[in-house]
């Protein structure tokens, strides 16, 4: 199986810009995707493609991949992004998840 | 808009069994890969394994192959994620996932069922 490593916790100041990385073996080579999770519910597609957002998506999230890591960066902050984030190779058969980083917004 | 609606909380005792729902509506499952994921409390999310389109098959993590079971029914649109030999580490929320068959490779899981709670306790 793929491993992707995440760090657990990023904390940010609202309206700061907070970057969250995957990394993985030769991991820019794959397509990644990035889910946001808050308490209580399902999981939420927020950028796939290593940087698309699907519809409904605001535009301060934004992805990239290159070499071995990818990074989420979410730009002007809000309180509502606070959550947990997972990134995932999604262009393969199967789907492993990294291990989630809990974003805090204080 | 696909919408996915799982059964609902189980409780097994160790040993025991137990298999969880995904129904879909909005299109149907020949139109989806379906995949399955679990959350174990407080943890993050572990994919079980889900349809593949490129052989037509469903392929499962090696953590789970031995023990999990993913089938579907196109008359009713449901698919079913049965597990045997249950332990206490399976305690957790399994969700339903899918994502278009068609869809190109990098989309990832578009919609999500809204989890089922299953309890492993004696």
């Known amino acids: 199986s793929y491993e992707l490593t995440q760090p657990p916790s990023v904390s940010v100041s609202p309206g700061q810009t907070a970057s969250i990385t995957c990394s993985g073996d030769?991991?820019?080579?794959?397509?990644v995707c990035w889910y946001q999770q808050k308490p209580g519910q399902s999981p939420v597609v927020v950028i796939f493609?290593?940087?698309k957002r699907p519809s409904g998506i605001p535009e301060r999230f934004f992805g990239s991949n290159s070499g071995n890591t990818a990074t989420l960066t979410i730009s002007g902050t809000q309180v509502m992004d606070e959550a947990d984030y997972y990134c995932?190779?999604?262009?393969?058969?199967?789907?492993?998840f990294g291990g989630g980083t809990k974003l805090t917004v204080l | 808009q696909v919408h996915l609606v799982q059964s609902g909380a189980e409780v097994r005792k160790p040993g025991a069994s137990v298999k969880v729902s995904c129904r879909v509506s909005?299109?149907?499952?020949?139109?989806?890969?379906m995949h399955w994921v679990r959350q174990a409390p407080g943890k993050g999310l572990e994919w079980m394994g889900g349809?593949?389109?490129?052989?037509?098959?469903?392929i499962y993590a090696q953590k789970f192959q031995d023990r999990v079971t993913m089938s579907e029914d196109t008359s009713t649109d449901t698919a079913y994620m049965y597990l045997s030999s249950l332990r206490s580490e399976d305690t957790g929320i399994y969700y339903c996932?899918?994502?278009?068959?068609?869809?190109?490779?990098?989309?990832?899981?578009?919609?999500w069922g809204q989890g089922t709670l299953v309890t492993v306790s004696s």
């Open positions: 996932a899918t994502v278009f068959r068609i869809a190109v490779a990098g989309t990832g899981f578009d919609d």
């Open positions: 909005g299109s149907t499952l020949s139109e989806l890969s």
């Open positions: 349809f593949d389109p490129e052989n037509g098959e469903i």
């Open positions: 030769k991991l820019g080579d794959k397509y």
């Open positions: 493609h290593d940087n």
């Open positions: 995932q190779a999604c262009d393969s058969s199967t789907g492993e």
